[in-house]
Nanobody
Framework: QVQLVESGGGLVPAGGSLRVSCLAS????????MGWFRQAPGKEREFVAV????????YYADSVKGRFTISRDNAKNTVYLQMNSLQPEDTAVYYC??????????????????WGQGTQVTVSS
């Protein structure tokens, strides 16, 4: 079992950077693959990035490749999403999610077992 809490969202100008964090609690946190999704008003939840439990594998949505970086610190039970070169199109609520079993279907929300409540990221033009 795991509980996830996101933080670090806020308002940032276009071209700026922001790092959001996901703090997890749970006895088996280190074994979870961790993903980031985002959802803008009126849109479906969109895959952003995922990292395997030992941080050997990372994958990104095409829309964020080269701009966003996912990382994790298992000792701190924390997953990060560093967002650079932000654009207004990146405005959304960002959610972290945990998957008990890593899957190639990492971009599908149903792959994940636990979700946080989200943190708002707003990029102004």
């Amino acid at each position: 079992q795991v509980q996830l809490v996101e933080s670090g969202g806020g308002l940032v100008p276009a071209g700026g950077s922001l790092r959001v964090s996901c703090l997890a609690s749970g006895r088996t946190f280190r074994s979870y693959a961790m993903g980031w999704f985002r959802q803008a008003p009126g849109k479906e939840r969109e895959f952003v990035a995922v990292i395997s439990w030992r941080a050997i594998n990372t994958y990104y949505a095409d829309s964020v490749k080269g701009r966003f970086t996912i990382s994790r610190d298992n000792a701190k039970n924390t997953v990060y999403l560093q967002m650079n070169s932000l654009q207004p199109e990146d405005t959304a609520v960002y959610y972290c999610a945990a998957a008990i079993i890593y899957s190639r279907s990492y971009s599908v929300p149903q792959t994940y077992d636990y979700w946080g409540q989200g943190t708002q990221v707003t990029v102004s033009s």
